[in-house]
T-cell receptor, first 112, second 116 residues
Framework: TQLLEQSPQFLSIQEGENLTVYCNSS?????LQWYRQEPGEGPVLLVT?????EVKKLKRLTFQFGDARKDSSLHITAAQPGDTGLYLC????????????FGKGTLLTVNP | DSGVTQTPKHLITATGQRVTLRCSPR?????VYWYQQSLDQGLQFLIQ???????AKGNILERFSAQQFPDLHSELNLSSLELGDSALYFC???????????????FGEGSRLTVL
């Protein structure tokens, strides 16, 4: 059983469209991060959300952390081909060790 | 460029063999993490070292081992390789030791292991 479920698994859209991807769990996280991974590269951090209900914007990307800190969403406005990549959410839980749990990701393709 | 260097980038070997993957963390980062990424399992945490000592363990098989050296570089040793070990192996580094936090992980470009 995957601790963090991401949906959809695959998404192919045209340039200029809007989209939302989701990251859901039955567990509570102390913080949640979103990473983007491009082919042949490692994941790169986009944002970290910490507070339940928190909304963060990064240009055309809007990230939201659920009130109960169990889920998150990423909304992209007017998608561009450069947004193409694998979007991964990763949750951190409190404790003495720092272990990020990753979802399997949403593979986004934005067609020109 | 994340500042994390992994070698080799690609590795092809046979079942039953042993390989060593190497990672140099970002300058100044004391923590090194190893992750395995496959299509069916996604990115799975294997193990973390902080300043030379093991700090956290994830889904690491007994056939796998790792260490962090005094110069902070780390090696992941994979032995008695099986077909199912074929995957991308990522190293990441951070400045944090552990505990609940919001620190960023900086990932290398990964080592792609193919076991034939």
């Amino acid at each position: 059983t995957q601790l963090l479920e991401q949906s959809p698994q695959f998404l192919s859209i045209q340039e200029g469209e809007n989209l939302t991807v989701y990251c859901n769990s039955s567990s509570v996280f102390s913080s949640l991060q979103w990473y983007r991974q491009e082919p042949g590269e490692g994941p790169v951090l986009l944002v970290t959300v910490v507070t339940g209900g928190e909304v963060k914007k990064l240009k055309r990307l809007t990230f939201q952390f659920g009130d109960a800190r169990k889920d998150s969403s990423l909304h992209i406005t007017a998608a561009q081909p450069g947004d193409t990549g694998l979007y991964l959410c990763a949750g951190a839980r409190g404790g003495s060790n720092y272990k990020l749990t990753f979802g399997k990701g949403t593979l986004l393709t934005v067609n020109p | 460029d994340s500042g994390v260097t992994q070698t080799p980038k690609h590795l092809i070997t046979a079942t039953g063999q042993r390989v060593t993957l190497r990672c140099s963390p970002r300058s100044g980062d004391l923590s090194v993490y190893w992750y395995q990424q496959s299509l069916d399992q996604g990115l799975q945490f294997l193990i973390q070292y902080y300043n030379g000592e093991e700090r956290a363990k994830g889904n690491i098989l007994e056939r796998f081992s790792a260490q962090q050296f005094p110069d902070l570089h780390s090696e992941l040793n994979l032995s008695s390789l099986e077909l199912g070990d074929s995957a991308l192996y990522f190293c990441a580094s951070s400045a944090l030791a552990g505990g609940p936090g919001t620190g960023e992980l900086f990932f290398g470009e990964g080592s792609r292991l193919t076991v034939l």
